[in-house]
C-alpha cells in the first residue's frame, strides 16, 4: 500500500478521513449501524484493491464478468441469443480480450430490445429498487432499472470519491443540480432547501453536517445570492453551470470565504473550463465521471494527474473509429461493462462519450487506469446547403475564440439557419455578433443565414444538461 501523507486528508486512511456515526451503546471503536454496515465492508474492499498491480486488477475483473455473464445467458433473453452466435454459450470465457467479440451494445439497441434486455429472474437476495430515464443529453434517453446490489455499489464508490476529493461530509455542502421533474414540486426545488446529511445513507453511516440543495433551473444570479447565504464549504454543480458562477464572480470582486472545494459533475471539464472556475472562486475544482446507466465510473485522482477508472466497477474500453482499442496517449469512444448490475445488463455499452488514456502509470501508486481527459460532449454534425455533413468542432472551437460570452448554444433550425444563442458577459463587444456570424459561414458556406439572439442566461431542459450543438433536422 502507498505511504500516508499526513499533511494530505486525501491519502488518509478510511478511519481517518471518515467518522463513524455508531450505534447507541458504542462509542470505541467505532462501527457501522447494521443498516449500513455492507457498504461500510464494500468500501473496505476497494480501499484494498485500488492498490492492486493492474494484472491482478484484471483478474479480479474477470472473475466477476464470468458470474454476470452466466447470469445473463441463462436469464437476459438478449444476451442468451448474442452470447450463443459469438460462441460462449459452450465454455465460459476466457479472458477480457474475449470480450469484444460481443457486440456494442448501442442507446438505439437499448431502446429496441428493452423487454429482452431485462432479466427474468435475479440471484438469491437481490431485488429490484430503483427505475428511472436518463436526461437524453445525447437525444436517446433510455429506461434503465435498478437492484439493491448497484445501490449498495453505488455508495460504496461515494464515499471513495469523498475521500479522493477530500470533501469531509462533516462540512456544509451546497448541491447545484437536477433535483426534480415534477413540475408541482419545482417551484419550491427552484428556491432551494436544506436536508441535516449529504445522503440518507451517509446520513447512518458518517458524522454529516448539513446539505443545500438548490435545482439548478434557476437564474444564475439567485443561485449565487444563495450560495452567499448558505456559505458553504463544499459545492457540487454541473461544470457548465460553475463556469457562469464563476464569471459571475470575478464580475462581483467577491468570494465565498468558507468554500474549500468545488465538485465539477454531469459534464465534461475542459483544462479551459477548469482554470476559469478555479480562477473565479479561487478554490481547487474535483471532477467526477457518473451515469445513470454505469454508476460511478471514475474520479479526480488526490494526486491531480486525472481520473482513475473505478475498476471494481465497470471494465472500460477506449476504442477508435473502426471498433480497435485505443493506444496510451490516445482519445476514443467509452465502450464500458457494468460488472454488479444483473437486472438490465450493460455489456460493452456505448456511452458516446470520450476519454484520454494516459501515456503514463499514475505517480499515485494505484493499479487503477488512469484517464488524463473526458468528453461528455459530442460534436454532432451538421448540415449544409449542398447536402453534405460537417462536424460542429470548428465551430463550437471559432465561437469560444471570439469570447465574451457567458454560455453559448448553436442551433441548425434548417441547412441555411443556424441560430446561436449567447449569455453575453463584461468582455462583449459590439462587434462580436458579426465575428459569431463569421465563424459560422466560414465552416458551413456563405449561404447560411446566421441570427445572433442574446439571453440573459440559457434556460436548461427537463434533464438539466445543456447540449451546446443542437441540430434540430435530426431525426432521433
Not at 22 to 27: D, H, Q, R, V
Not at 215 to 238: G, K
Amino acid at each position: 500500500m502507498a505511504p500516508v501523507d499526513s499533511n494530505n486528508p486525501t491519502t488518509h486512511s478510511a478511519s481517518q478521513f471518515f467518522h463513524l456515526r455508531s450505534p447507541s451503546g458504542t462509542a470505541w471503536p467505532p462501527i457501522p449501524q447494521p443498516e449500513v454496515a455492507q457498504v461500510w465492508a464494500a468500501y473496505g474492499q476497494i480501499e484494498r484493491t485500488q492498490w492492486l498491480r493492474p494484472d491482478k486488477l484484471a483478474a479480479l475483473q474477470l472473475s466477476q464478468l464470468r458470474v454476470l455473464l452466466s447470469h445473463c445467458f441463462s436469464r437476459v433473453p438478449y444476451y442468451r441469443r448474442i452470447m450463443a452466435e459469438a460462441g460462449f454459450s459452450e465454455r465460459p470465457i476466457e479472458s477480457l480480450a474475449e470480450l469484444s467479440r460481443l457486440p456494442l451494445l448501442t442507446r438505439a439497441l437499448y431502446q429496441e430490445h428493452a423487454d429482452e434486455l431485462r432479466a427474468q429472474s435475479l440471484p438469491p437476495a437481490m431485488v429490484e429498487t430503483w427505475d428511472g430515464y436518463t436526461s437524453g443529453t445525447n437525444g436517446i434517453p433510455i429506461h434503465v432499472r435498478k437492484t439493491d446490489r448497484d445501490g449498495l455499489w453505488w455508495n460504496a464508490f461515494f464515499l471513495r470519491d469523498l475521500q479522493w476529493a477530500g470533501l469531509d461530509p462533516r462540512g456544509r455542502l451546497a448541491s447545484i443540480r437536477l433535483l426534480t421533474t415534477d413540475r408541482e414540486k419545482l417551484p419550491r426545488a427552484l428556491e432551494g432547501g436544506v436536508s441535516p446529511y449529504w445522503t440518507k445513507v451517509s446520513g447512518s453511516l458518517l458524522e454529516t453536517g448539513p446539505s443545500h440543495a438548490m435545482d439548478i433551473r434557476q437564474d444564475p444570479r439567485r443561485q449565487l445570492e444563495w450560495l452567499r447565504e448558505v456559505s458553504p464549504q463544499y459545492l457540487i454543480s454541473l461544470s457548465s453551470n460553475l463556469e457562469y458562477l464563476a464569471d459571475l464572480m470575478e464580475e462581483s470582486g467577491q468570494r465565498l470565504p468558507e468554500l474549500k472545494i468545488i465538485q465539477a459533475v454531469g459534464e465534461s471539464l475542459p483544462a479551459s473550463s477548469r482554470r476559469k472556475i478555479e480562477s473565479g472562486f479561487g478554490v481547487p475544482v474535483r471532477n467526477l465521471y457518473s451515469s445513470m446507466e454505469g454508476g460511478y465510473m471514475a474520479s479526480s485522482c488526490p494526486s491531480g494527474a486525472g481520473l482513475h477508472v473505478h475498476a471494481e466497477n465497470i471494465i472500460a474500453e477506449v476504442l477508435d473509429a473502426e471498433d480497435r482499442p485505443c493506444l496510451p496517449g490516445q482519445t476514443g469512444r467509452l465502450v464500458f461493462t457494468s460488472l454488479h448490475s444483473f437486472l438490465c445488463p450493460f455489456i460493452r455499452y456505448d456511452i458516446l462519450d470520450e476519454v484520454t488514456l494516459s501515456t503514463e502509470p499514475c505517480p499515485c501508486g494505484r493499479g487503477l487506469a488512469l484517464w488524463t481527459a473526458v468528453d461528455g460532449r459530442r460534436h454532432p454534425l451538421l448540415h449544409l446547403p449542398d447536402g453534405r455533413r460537417k462536424s460542429s468542432m470548428g465551430i463550437t472551437l471559432g465561437i469560444r475564440q471570439v469570447g465574451g460570452m457567458r454560455q453559448f448554444q448553436i442551433v441548425q433550425k434548417a441547412a441555411d439557419l443556424v441560430l446561436l444563442r449567447v449569455v453575453p458577459s463584461r468582455d462583449w463587444r459590439p462587434e462580436n455578433p458579426q465575428l459569431m456570424q463569421r465563424v459560422v459561414q466560414n465552416e458551413l458556406g456563405p449561404a447560411v443565414h446566421v441570427e445572433v439572439e442574446q439571453k440573459e442566461w440559457l434556460e436548461r431542459p427537463a434533464g438539466g444538461k445543456l447540449k451546446i450543438v443542437v441540430n434540430e433536422l435530426e431525426v432521433n
